[in-house]
C-alpha cells in the first residue's frame, strides 16, 4: 500500500504513522449552557424631520445627466483640476461647455 503524504511527514520527524491512530480520543466538550433571554427593547422614536428642509438632488438624481466615463492622459487631467479648482468649477461643467460647443459647430 503507497503511503500518503501525512505518513510521509510523520516519518520525517520521526513519528511512525500507525501511532498517530492509537492515540486516546479527546476528552467530550461539555456544551456550554444557554445564555439568558434577551429582554424587549422598546423601539426609539425619531423626530420628524422640520418642514422647512429641503431634500438635495444632485446630478445623479437628475434624469437630463447621464455618467459617463473616458480616458485622459494623467498631466493634462492633473492640470485641468488645478485650473477648475482655482475657478470653483467642476470636471462635468467643463465638459458640458465643451461638449456642447463641439456639438454646435
Same mark, same amino acid.
Do not use: C
Given at each position: 500500500? !503507497?503511503?500518503?503524504?501525512? &505518513?510521509? $511527514?510523520?516519518?520525517?520527524?520521526? $513519528?511512525?504513522?500507525?501511532?498517530? /491512530?492509537? !492515540?486516546?480520543?479527546? =476528552?467530550?466538550?461539555? =456544551? %456550554?449552557? =444557554?445564555?439568558?433571554? $434577551?429582554?424587549?427593547?422598546?423601539?426609539?422614536?425619531?423626530?420628524?424631520? !422640520? &418642514?422647512?428642509?429641503? @431634500?438635495?438632488?444632485?446630478?445623479?438624481?437628475?434624469?437630463?445627466?447621464?455618467?459617463? /466615463? @473616458?480616458?485622459?492622459? /494623467?498631466?493634462?487631467?492633473?492640470?485641468?483640476?488645478?485650473?477648475?479648482?482655482?475657478? %470653483?468649477?467642476?470636471? /462635468?461643467?467643463? $465638459?458640458? %461647455?465643451?461638449?456642447?460647443?463641439?456639438? &454646435?459647430?
Amino acid at each position: 500500500m !503507497a503511503k500518503n503524504r501525512f &505518513a510521509l $511527514l510523520l516519518e520525517e520527524k520521526g $513519528l511512525p504513522a500507525g501511532e498517530i /491512530s492509537q !492515540a486516546p480520543p479527546p =476528552p467530550p466538550v461539555e =456544551p %456550554e449552557p =444557554p445564555p439568558p433571554p $434577551l429582554l424587549p427593547v422598546p423601539p426609539t422614536q425619531l423626530p420628524e424631520p !422640520a &418642514a422647512t428642509q429641503v @431634500t438635495k438632488h444632485g446630478k445623479r438624481a437628475d434624469p437630463d445627466y447621464r455618467q459617463i /466615463s @473616458t480616458y485622459v492622459r /494623467s498631466g493634462l487631467y492633473k492640470q485641468v483640476r488645478k485650473r477648475l479648482t482655482d475657478e %470653483e468649477r467642476d470636471f /462635468s461643467e467643463l $465638459l458640458d %461647455e465643451l461638449l456642447t460647443r463641439w456639438i &454646435a459647430t
